[in-house]
């Protein structure tokens, strides 16, 4: 079974600093893994997935995320926070693979960011 | 543009009343899910379907019921036997297996 944790239920960053959101995952086997971003009242929205190959995944709005087996981690970055990026953000991770897999979700972190 | 629609955004449900639930995609995906999202917790898998005419219990089924008639639409119907149905639920689809997930913008269900 897959599962995922993610680190701090709220973090709080100034403009323009670095943003760092931090997710955990576990699998048996080599995992699919995304990230999204839910803005208040509305449905989450893909910002990037890594499935094979290159192990550092560029997304939209300057966002990326690094992919590392040792670690089992998928943490999700952004070098410089800006106001709009103010949302609450989900890892997900799924088997990889053919055949149809359930996404599983972390519980979310909510993204502060002030002037 | 192709999307998927949850109608209506809010809905009020009375004690003992069944309500239902409805999306609708037309990004010819075949796989369709509900979840339920609750402050803290994250988002959790009430149902999910494969196929038309097909559909399995996800983690949270209790209560909850889906059809599959038509490859577009997926709709949930919260039956009075669940007792905490407050949430925000959400409707999302996705092409080839393992291919992302597209949401809706969901439903806020409060109980009146």
């Known amino acids: 079974a897959q599962s995922v944790t993610q680190l701090g239920s709220h973090v709080s960053v100034s403009e323009g600093a670095l943003v760092l959101l931090r997710c955990n995952y576990s699998?048996?086997?080599?995992?699919?893994l995304f990230w999204y971003v839910q803005y208040p009242n509305q449905g989450l929205q893909l910002l990037l997935k890594?499935?094979?190959?290159?192990?550092l995944v560029k997304g939209i709005n300057g966002f990326e995320a690094e992919f590392k087996k040792s670690e089992t981690s998928f943490h999700l970055t952004k070098p410089s926070a800006h106001m709009s990026d103010a949302a609450e953000y989900f890892c997900?991770?799924?088997?990889?693979?053919?055949?149809?897999?359930?996404?599983?979700f972390g519980t979310g972190t909510r993204l502060l960011v002030s002037p | 543009d192709g999307g998927i629609t949850q109608s209506p955004k809010y809905l009020f449900r009375k004690e003992g009343q069944n309500v239902t639930l409805s999306c609708e995609q037309n990004?010819?995906?075949?796989?369709m899910y509900w979840y339920r999202q609750d402050p803290g917790q994250g988002l959790r898998l009430i149902y999910y379907?494969?196929?038309?005419?097909?559909?399995q219990k996800g983690d949270i089924a209790e209560g909850y019921s889906v059809s599959r008639e038509k490859k577009e639409s997926f709709p949930l119907t919260v039956t009075s036997a669940q007792k905490n149905p407050t949430a925000f639920y959400l409707c999302?689809?996705?092409?080839?297996?393992?291919?992302?997930?597209?949401f809706g913008d969901g439903t806020r269900l409060s109980i009146l």
């Open positions: 990004l010819n995906h075949d796989a």
């Open positions: 997900a991770v799924s088997r990889g693979g053919t055949g149809f897999q359930k996404l599983v």
């Open positions: 699998s048996s086997v080599p995992p699919y």
């Open positions: 379907s494969q196929i038309v005419n097909d559909f």
């Open positions: 890594y499935t094979t190959g290159a192990t």
């Open positions: 999302a689809s996705s092409g080839q297996t393992n291919q992302p997930q597209h």
